[in-house]
């Protein structure tokens, strides 16, 4: 079964500071999915990597995939408090007709002044 | 573009009622699905639909029923309600059988806060 974790669960980051979020997935797939959810809200997709070694660029969020480590980044640069929400990572889970995505726990990100 | 709609947007219910939760998307999309969102546990996948006529089970199906006679709708049922049953459900679909398709990544609906005492 397709496990999704996600880490950190909570970061809390000043304005101007750079980090980043990992998602780790436990069995091979070849694409990941990144999603944003502002609080009350639904979510949105940000990016769709597709193949190993892919990188994805939107304003100053940038994000990742190396399918041999089972690993996606997510990467903030110079964080502005905009991007304060929640993000998720979702990995497909195939079956004989069609996939599944399961979804990480999300990391809930507040960006402080 | 209404895209997908869900209804109601909030619900209260007793122990033990049942009431369906609608979704209907227009943008002639194959596969729908249903989530639930509960802190700390991200979304979990309820049921899926491929197509009219053809549903599955997700991770947590227990509690709930689907049907997908059209294309544009996927309802989900509540048989009996639980207080294990608060949460937040979201419908979701996409443009082909598959919800990881290259080209169209999950569209969201706005959410159903339901409440079950």
């Known amino acids: 079964e397709l496990k999704v974790e996600q880490n950190p669960l909570f970061l809390s980051m000043q304005e101007g500071k750079n980090y980043t979020i990992y998602c780790n997935y436990s069995t091979t797939s070849d694409r990941l999915y990144w999603y944003r959810q502002d609080p009350g809200k639904s979510l949105e997709s940000l990016f769709v990597?597709?193949?190993?070694?892919a990188v994805k660029q939107e304003g100053r969020l940038m994000a990742s995939l190396d399918t041999k480590a089972r690993l996606s980044t997510l990467h903030i640069t110079a964080a502005v408090h905009d991007l304060s929400a929640t993000y998720f990572c979702a990995a497909p889970a195939y079956t004989g007709t069609a996939s599944k995505l399961t979804f990480g726990t999300g990391t809930r990100l507040q960006v402080t002044l | 573009n209404a895209g997908v709609t869900q209804t109601p947007k909030f619900q209260v219910l007793k122990t033990g009622q049942s009431m369906t939760l609608q979704c209907a998307q227009d943008m002639n999309h194959e596969y729908m699905s249903w989530y639930r969102q509960d802190p700390g546990m991200g979304l979990r996948l309820i049921h899926y639909?491929?197509?009219?006529?053809?549903?599955d089970q997700g991770e947590v199906p227990n509690g709930y029923n689907v049907s997908r006679s059209t294309t544009e709708d996927f309802p989900l049922r509540l048989l009996s309600a639980a207080p294990s049953q608060t949460s937040v459900y979201f419908c979701a679909s996409s443009s082909t059988r598959d919800a990881s398709s290259y080209n169209s990544p999950l569209h969201f609906g706005n959410g159903t806060r339901l409440t079950v005492t």
């Open positions: 639909s491929v197509g009219a006529g053809i549903t």
């Open positions: 990597l597709l193949s190993n070694g």
